[in-house]
């Protein structure tokens, strides 16, 4: 995958918006990894997935931040 993230980060047209799909996806990946992921330390289910959809909603809010000031930065083509 990072050799074909490389090879096409090199061609013409790779802006922003293909930089924000990557972290994104990295980012929602490991959001919703934790759901069926066992926790790491003893705790009850109800708080460990709480503490999931906590950390997910904080994600989705940290991307809607992100997608709003690319907006005004760089628009898509």
Do not use: C, E, K
């Not at 050799?3 to 930089?19: E, F, K, N």
């Not at 980012?27 to 709480?50: C, E, K, M, R």
């Amino acid at each position: 995958m990072t050799l074909l993230i490389l090879r096409w980060s090199r061609r013409m047209g790779w802006g922003p918006w293909h930089r924000f799909a990557l972290g994104a996806a990295g980012l929602v990946t490991y959001a919703w990894h934790g759901f069926p992921q066992p926790p790491s330390f003893p705790a009850p289910a109800n708080v460990d997935l709480i503490g999931n959809a906590v950390f997910a909603l904080a994600a989705l809010g940290l991307l809607a931040f992100v997608v709003v000031r690319l907006r005004r930065t760089a628009p898509p083509t």
